[in-house]
């Protein structure tokens, strides 16, 4: 069993900044991908960024130069450091990632249960 819990997230103005957590937990053999999807009310669930165990980092067009994602492999954390916010970027933001447990032979994904960010003066 494995569980990914993201914290962080809450109102802020527009300019703004925030950082959202998240804690994967549980059965871990490692960790390949770690990433931030969101999904903004009435629109579909769309890649913001992801961090791969090496360090490399790859970014939407739409939060390149505002957003910076981070993992620490030792504990199996990843965050999303978001500054100049937007009203657009208002969403609930769920932690992704590919995991090898225990008994298992290839990576599967993984979610977490969502934080709401909200944009908004």
């Known amino acids: 069993q494995v569980q990914l819990v993201e914290s962080g997230g809450g109102l802020v103005q527009p300019g703004g900044s925030l950082r959202l957590s998240c804690a994967a937990s549980?059965?871990?053999?490692?960790?390949?991908?770690m990433g931030w999807y969101r999904q903004a009310p009435g629109k579909r669930r769309e890649w913001v960024a992801t961090i791969t165990g090496g360090g490399r980092t790859t970014y939407a067009d739409s939060v390149k130069g505002r957003f910076a994602i981070s993992r620490d492999n030792a504990k199996n954390t990843v965050n999303l450091q978001m500054s100049g916010l937007e009203p657009e970027d208002t969403a609930v933001y769920y932690c992704?990632?590919?995991?090898?447990?225990?008994?298992?032979?290839?990576?599967?994904?993984?979610w977490g249960q969502g934080t709401l960010v909200t944009i908004s003066s």
């Open positions: 992704h990632a590919l995991i090898l447990v225990t008994g298992s032979y290839r990576d599967r994904e993984h």
């Open positions: 549980g059965n871990i053999v490692s960790i390949s991908v």
